[in-house]
């Protein structure tokens, strides 16, 4: 097989997952499970027990809550990925027939990121710091 004969390497071709860089899970009392938490020794970076989003720093990944108030919990979190590049990953999924829920944006807590569900309905972040 020659060069000439193969097709070219798509330009999201290097886009790749890295690592893992959260567990982001769901409580309908942010209050108890922050002090949960810290009474672990988890040291919180982000949020806190009157906020809707508490981050965790563990080593160089995170544990985070996010505060769910609408009825019983039916989300039960998300794992972020850390990827190469986030707009690239995010074009390999559209060209793969897998739609995000929203294109990529920037984040407050300085990711860029956006978010698709597999087929048994687990929520996925793919990120990668800004």
């Known amino acids: 097989m020659t060069n000439e004969s193969m097709e070219p390497p798509s330009p999201d071709h290097e886009a790749h997952a890295e690592s893992l860089s959260a567990l982001t ?7 108890r499970a922050v ?16 906020e809707a989003f508490t981050s965790f720093a563990l080593g160089s990944s995170f544990l985070n809550l996010t505060r ?5 919990i ?13 707009d690239a990953f995010y074009r390999k ?16 807590w300085n990711e860029r990121y956006f978010h698709l569900t597999d087929p048994d309905g687990h929520e996925l972040s793919f990120a990668r710091p800004l």
């Open 25 to 31: 899970l769901a409580t309908q009392d942010m209050p």
């Open 35 to 50: 002090r949960f938490y810290e009474t672990l020794g988890f040291r919180i970076v982000h949020g806190g027990a009157d």
């Open 68 to 72: 769910e108030t609408h009825g019983p």
């Open 74 to 86: 039916r989300f039960w979190g998300r794992a972020i990925i850390y990827v190469s590049d986030v």
């Open 93 to 108: 999924a559209l060209a793969h027939g897998i739609t995000p829920q929203f294109a990529p944006r920037d984040a407050p």
